[in-house]
């Protein structure tokens, strides 16, 4: 049976009429800029990293852990989300802020991008994407209109436009097509987004690694006049130097005065250098991901807590750290646990991870403040060039 919409579900209850959606650049330093995103539920900090909360939550830490960490705002999966539990149903129970008790912004992507890498069955046309659920094998429509109704249902705070994103190399028509496509797309959610005070509609701009098109796609975003805008479409298998001349040549055609979100990016070197590039907002399952597999950022670069040479070590992760996971474990504990598969060892590494990359955040946000990025930059690249602690 095809599933799109329904409309006899009513949205989620909230106050969001009581403000508006603002964005506030306070300094620069280079192309690198802090700023405020105003809500009526809360303040987003910028440069900010948004935790990824695919079904509802962000695997293995609890909300309040989350937001102590400095965390502003989460990231919420539509496709998984529409799947299970079901849109209709978030809302019938509230909200997805009142599910996941998380009172604070929540962003919502399109659910575009799963469709197009989780779907082993879909079609795409004009229309939208028709496609086969990996759960259960159910038939779903994912419409431009069907993705804002169901981030409406899901009660998001911003909300993004659906787009095709192709996965790189590919040749430059199948680049151009899917790009001009999402145009189209962007201008339909628009009219489906209409007036929602509160919340706000971000275009996605397309194009590849081609620097006319993206220049091509991000004109014709702008011309719309949305409350923000992402870059899509990078870290899906280009080099990274190749994503950084991508942004560079896309930047000088993004507003000066609405935020600017790089999605699904990505390790704490590309945070840094995308930010110097005019980056306001990132999201990224890795430091999660890394956690549960690990793996730990830290000041001192990436640490493999399975590696042997930890098996012994009483000393923790991080003594320096303000993050109790980083400070107060050691890490022959940390390893025992990865390597018996414990379900602590995968949270503690999970918390140390995020507690980093807010960490970052926060640092980057300072410097700019001072307008002292470039030092910032290079001071942490420094540190992480240094290595670990010598073993024991």
């Given at each position: 049976?095809?599933?799109?919409?329904?409309?006899?579900?009513?949205?989620?209850?909230?106050?969001?009429?009581?403000?508006?959606?603002?964005?506030?650049?306070?300094?620069?330093?280079?192309?690198?800029?802090?700023?405020?995103?105003?809500?009526?539920?809360?303040?987003?900090?910028?440069?900010?990293?948004?935790?990824?909360?695919?079904?509802?939550?962000?695997?293995?830490?609890?909300?309040?852990?989350?937001?102590?960490?400095?965390?502003?705002?989460?990231?919420?999966?539509?496709?998984?989300?529409?799947?299970?539990?079901?849109?209709?149903?978030?809302?019938?129970?509230?909200?997805?802020?009142?599910?996941?008790?998380?009172?604070?912004?929540?962003?919502?992507?399109?659910?575009?991008?799963?469709?197009?890498?989780?779907?082993?069955?879909?079609?795409?046309?004009?229309?939208?994407?028709?496609?086969?659920s990996h759960i259960d094998g159910s038939?779903?429509?994912?419409?431009?209109?069907?993705?804002?109704?169901?981030?409406?249902?899901?009660?998001?705070?911003?909300?993004?436009?659906?787009?095709?994103?192709?996965?790189?190399?590919?040749?430059?028509?199948?680049?151009?097509?899917?790009?001009?496509?999402?145009?189209?797309?962007?201008?339909?959610?628009?009219?489906?987004?209409?007036?929602?005070?509160?919340?706000?509609?971000?275009?996605?701009?397309?194009?590849?690694?081609?620097?006319?098109?993206?220049?091509?796609?991000?004109?014709?975003?702008?011309?719309?006049?949305?409350?923000?805008?992402?870059?899509?479409?990078?870290?899906?298998g280009e080099p990274q130097a190749e994503?950084?001349?991508?942004?560079?040549?896309?930047?000088?055609?993004?507003?000066?005065?609405?935020?600017?979100?790089?999605?699904?990016?990505?390790?704490?070197?590309?945070?840094?250098?995308?930010?110097?590039?005019?980056?306001?907002?990132?999201?990224?399952?890795?430091?999660?991901?890394?956690?549960?597999?690990?793996?730990?950022?830290?000041?001192?670069?990436?640490?493999?807590?399975?590696?042997?040479?930890?098996?012994?070590?009483?000393?923790?992760?991080?003594?320096?750290?303000?993050?109790?996971?980083?400070?107060?474990?050691?890490?022959?504990?940390?390893?025992?646990?990865?390597?018996?598969?414990?379900?602590?060892?995968?949270?503690?590494?999970?918390?140390?991870?995020?507690?980093?990359?807010?960490?970052?955040?926060?640092?980057?946000?300072?410097?700019?403040?001072?307008?002292?990025?470039?030092?910032?930059?290079?001071?942490?690249?420094?540190?992480?060039?240094?290595?670990?602690?010598?073993?024991?």
């Amino acid at each position: 049976m095809l599933s799109s919409s329904s409309h006899e579900t009513t949205l989620p209850m909230n106050d969001l009429s009581t403000g508006t959606f603002s964005f506030s650049l306070l300094k620069t330093s280079g192309l690198a800029r802090t700023g405020e995103i105003r809500m009526p539920r809360g303040v987003i900090r910028t440069p900010a990293f948004m935790p990824v909360g695919t079904a509802g939550t962000v695997k293995g830490m609890y909300p309040d852990q989350v937001k102590a960490l400095g965390a502003d705002v989460l990231l919420g999966n539509t496709y998984h989300l529409m799947l299970r539990p079901g849109a209709e149903r978030v809302a019938r129970l509230g909200g997805l802020h009142t599910m996941m008790n998380w009172p604070y912004p929540i962003l919502t992507d399109s659910g575009g991008f799963q469709v197009m890498s989780l779907s082993s069955l879909r079609k795409l046309d004009e229309q939208g994407v028709t496609f086969q659920s990996h759960i259960d094998g159910s038939t779903h429509l994912m419409s431009p209109e069907r993705s804002i109704e169901i981030q409406l249902l899901l009660d998001s705070d911003i909300i993004m436009q659906l787009d095709e994103c192709v996965s790189l190399p590919a040749p430059r028509e199948s680049v151009e097509r899917a790009m001009q496509l999402s145009i189209r797309w962007a201008e339909r959610c628009k009219t489906a987004f209409g007036v929602q005070p509160g919340r706000a509609l971000f275009g996605i701009v397309q194009g590849g690694t081609d620097e006319a098109l993206r220049r091509q796609s991000a004109e014709a975003l702008v011309g719309l006049d949305l409350p923000g805008y992402a870059i899509g479409g990078l870290a899906v298998g280009e080099p990274q130097a190749e994503m950084l001349r991508t942004i560079e040549a896309t930047e000088p055609f993004l507003p000066k005065d609405k935020p600017r979100y790089l999605m699904g990016v990505g390790t704490p070197d590309d945070l840094l250098q995308c930010i110097a590039r005019g980056i306001d907002m990132f999201d990224c399952v890795m430091p999660t991901r890394a956690g549960r597999h690990g793996t730990a950022f830290t000041r001192f670069g990436k640490i493999n807590i399975r590696n042997a040479r930890h098996a012994e070590d009483t000393r923790p992760i991080d003594a320096e750290a303000v993050c109790p996971a980083s400070r107060d474990y050691s890490r022959a504990y940390l390893h025992h646990l990865i390597r018996a598969d414990e379900m602590l060892g995968q949270m503690l590494l999970t918390w140390n991870n995020l507690a980093y990359y807010q960490t970052l955040m926060a640092g980057a946000r300072k410097a700019i403040a001072e307008n002292t990025y470039a030092d910032y930059m290079a001071e942490v690249r420094d540190n992480w060039a240094k290595g670990d602690l010598d073993p024991l």
